[in-house]
């Protein structure tokens, strides 16, 4: 079947340098992409979201990369800080459903 | 402007008895939507109510079940638990076309259900 959210499970930064997580998806339609981050004992918090008309979005210290001819998708996350430390999914709806599809998330821990 | 609110946050339960849990949405969200987290299996969508009304549903037994009030407050229902039921459950709430950009889902952070 065809899937979302490809994600290395864990990831080890040191604080100050930036991060890159990394998402794949197989499903050729999906035309808009979210990510989230959960941090321990709270839901998913929205970081910033993509639509494939573009290939690349900013946010606050987040920047997303969408590269629609190998189904990639990044975040990357600048000058990271220990509260960066989190699990990270990014997830894309299926079809018309207005429901999201998660990957299994990567957890990035943040080394002082 | 408060965020989602779920209650409880945290439940024991026995296999075999039922659950009712419920969320209250951002003001002005008309969008509910449930999802179960667990090791194994991540997160995983169980079903979507905008103005009263089921509008998605995922694949999960009728055990499961929802509804949502005129006030847009949801609550979900889980009936003949059994132990792999024990999971998080989110609400995210939403206006109700966030695949078109308006609003992204909004989560609270959950109820943690076990059961015995």
């Known amino acids: 079947g065809e899937s979302v959210g490809l994600h290395l499970p864990t990831l080890s930064v040191q604080e100050g340098d930036n991060s890159i997580i990394n998402c794949a998806y197989s499903n050729s339609a999906s035309d808009y992409f979210i990510w989230y981050k959960q941090e321990s004992g709270k839901g998913p918090q929205f970081i910033i979201d993509i639509r494939s008309n573009m290939d690349k979005r900013q946010g606050q210290r987040v920047t997303v990369l969408l590269n629609k001819t190998v189904k990639h998708l990044s975040l990357q996350i600048a000058a990271t800080q220990p509260g960066d430390s989190a699990v990270y999914f990014c997830?894309?709806?299926?079809?018309?459903?207005?429901?999201?599809?998660f990957g299994t998330g990567t957890r990035l821990t943040i080394i002082p | 402007k408060a965020g989602v609110t779920q209650t409880p946050r945290y439940l024991i339960k026995t296999r075999g008895q039922q659950v009712t849990l419920s969320c209250s949405p951002i003001s002005g969200h008309r969008s509910v939507s449930w999802y179960q987290q667990t090791p194994g299996q991540g997160l995983q969508f169980l079903f979507e109510?905008?103005?009263?009304?089921?509008?998605n549903k995922g694949n999960f037994p009728g055990r499961f079940s929802g509804r949502q009030f005129s006030n847009s407050r949801s609550e979900m229902n889980v009936s003949t638990l059994e132990l792999g039921d024990s999971a998080l459950y989110l609400c995210a709430s939403s206006l109700g076309s966030w695949r078109q950009g308006n609003s992204p889902l909004h989560f609270g952070n959950g109820t943690r259900l076990t059961v015995t």
């Open positions: 109510y905008f103005s009263e009304t089921q509008r």
């Open positions: 997830a894309d709806p299926r079809g018309g459903n207005e429901k999201l599809t």
